[in-house]
Every structure is written in C-alpha cells, then in structure tokens.
C-alpha cells in the first residue's frame, strides 16, 4: 500500500499522527498497529507523515493505517542541527498546517513511542482550556518545576513550564491562527543558539509556558532516574527518550518485554529485515547506575508524589504554571497511596479532570 495524498482518506475530524523518515517508519508503524489493536472502535484516524517514499507492509494494510505524503519543500532543512534527529524532527510543527480543513485535532506522537492501553479517543476529546497545544512537562521539570532550563538561560528569560515536545495533543485551527509556525521559523532565524532540542525548544521558546499541562502517563519519559515509578501510574504512552531504544539495546538495559514486542512486530511484518530488532529478548542485563537509579527514586519519593498527585486521573489537566499551588501536607492518597511505613507525606494538588470539549 502506496501513500495518500492528504486530502483523501479522512474519516474522522480527529487523529493520531507521527512523522519520520524512511529510517524510523517501521518503529512508527510499531506504535500504529498497537494504537490499532487497542482501539477497535476508535474515533479517530491514525496517520503516519513523511517526505519520503514509503510503503506500507501488506500485513498491516487491514489495520486502517494512512500514510500520508507530505507536500515538498521543508523550511527546515536549512538552519538545523546536523545530528541524529535531522530535518525530520521538524516535520511535526508542519503537520497541522497541512491538516488544516480536515482535523480539528491532532495527538503528536514520536515514533519512540510505545501505546501500553487504551483511552485516546477521550484524550481527544478534554478542553485545551484555549490554549494551542497540551503536553506533558519535560522530565527535567518533574521533581524541579522550577528549573530554569538552558534555553531560557542562553536568551536570559526567566524560568517557565516546559514540556517534552514527544507527545503534542494540537488545537489545528488555533495553531494556524496564532501563526505557530511563522513565529518558529523566526525564533529559529533570530535565536539559533538557542534551539538546542530541535522543535522541543522552538515551541517552548515560542509558548513561553502558555499551554494546558497533561499527565505524565500520557509521555512517560522512561529514564534511569523514572522507570521505577512507572509499575506505580501505569502509563499510557512510554517514550523511550534518549539515544538507548528497545531495537537497539545492545547492553539489554531495558526491559525484556520491550525488546520482545519490537522483535514480534519486525518478524511478523519485516521478515526479511532482521537488522531492525537485532536484539535476543532472552539476554540479560543491568540497568546502568542501579545503585545510584534505587537512590535517586528514594529520595525523590517526595517531590514525584507531589507531581503526579497534581492529576487526580489520567485525563486532569491545568494550565501549566511554574510551581502549582500545593494544599496543606498530608498522607498521599488515591493512585499514589504509599505504605505508612516509608516514613514520606507529599502534598496533593486539587485539580479536576478537563471537560469534554463542545466542539466535535
């Protein structure tokens, strides 16, 4: 199955899109076929952009999956850092434009994505309370909210709130009305210095803390210093950030499970493609710095209660502020309930669960 062209294919007025290169599809459509599998009745469509030529396995086409070619000429191509990323990193912040007319709504996904249940079609649907985009905070603002991060530092800005850019639930005709991407292109053209994480950056820059902040099940960013507190949110979505990623795992530091499920997806729909999952599921390894990960998550034990008690369930959200207001200390309780006897009381913050949204 051939690409589409934009315009043809819509079934619904909301979707599920990734973007990537030729090099990254087979890992992107890994995370499509699981959204797939986990929303049988789903409300939306699932669509996979790129400027290049792909083609989808037959094996998937019963999915519903679209590939969809995106228009020539990327603004970025010029002007960014050469590294692993590349121009396709930026190919997200061209999306909305090209959906315009449509969707009215988009969820962003990294195709480092992977989907662990059910529950888009009602994150599709919660009030964005106006703003242009919901996110979940980056990992460095977890424990910290307040840190300053290095981009505001190199144009002197105060600290704000700032997410990860890997999961991005878009308002499309909001985003084109406030020009996102216009005013993208002049911070990356007025402030290069400043773009040290791709479209991460030019969109933080760009919003300065003026967007609605999403549970953290919703982009688990699964790190050393995280993915003990992940058997406790049970997240939605695992981002496996950084350079290390289950297809890859040559010192088997992540889960088993999760060299499993890639090396699954490639045989049964990339037979002949055996350098994409390489991996043995059966080795073992060690996380790296086991000692000091025990550590940092016990003396952390506090200040990620605090975060995650910020959302009462998976679909609570807030404006996303520098330091949320906390209420009077107390013993954690609901999901996040730890035994008495850790010794740790954490503060819980009051927020209700985000309307549905009027607009369908």
Known sequence: MTQHDIRQGVQHDTAVVMACDANY?????????????????????????????????????????KLMKMPPGNPFHTGTHADR????????????????????????????????????????????????????????????????VPENRKLGRPASPYFNSGMLLIDVERYQSERILGRCLQVLADSPEAVLRHDQSLLNLVLDGHWTELSPVWNWQYTWSS???????????????GPNKPWRDTACTLPPRFRRAYRMFAQRHYPGRTELAVIDPARRGWPPKLARAYLKHLLSIGAMTDYLNGFDTDLSCRPATLKPAVGSRR?????????????????????????????R
Request: proline letters at 7%; a positive charge.
């Open 227 to 241: 993915r003990f507190f992940a058997d406790l949110v049970e997240p939605k979505f695992v981002h496996f950030i």
């Open 85 to 148: 990323h590349g121009a396709a990193a930026y190919l997200r912040l061209l999306i909305p434009g090209a959906v315009t007319g449509r969707y009215r709504r988009v969820l962003y996904l990294d195709s480092d994505i992977m989907p662990m249940s059910a529950g888009i079609d009602q994150l599709l649907g919660i009030d964005l309370l106006g703003a242009v985009i919901g996110a979940v905070r980056d990992n460095v603002q977890w424990r910290t909210p307040g840190r300053r």
């Open 25 to 65: 599809a087979p890992y992107a459509l890994f995370m499509a076929e699981q959204i797939a599998l986990l929303h049988p009745d789903r409300t939306f469509d699932i669509c996979l952009f790129s400027q290049d030529e792909l083609e989808l396995p037959p094996s998937l086409v019963a999915t519903g999956l």
């Open 331 to 359: 013993k954690v309780a609901a999901t996040f309930k730890l035994p008495a006897e850790t010794g740790v009381r954490a503060a819980r913050h009051p927020v209700a669960p985000c309307r549905a949204s009027a607009s």
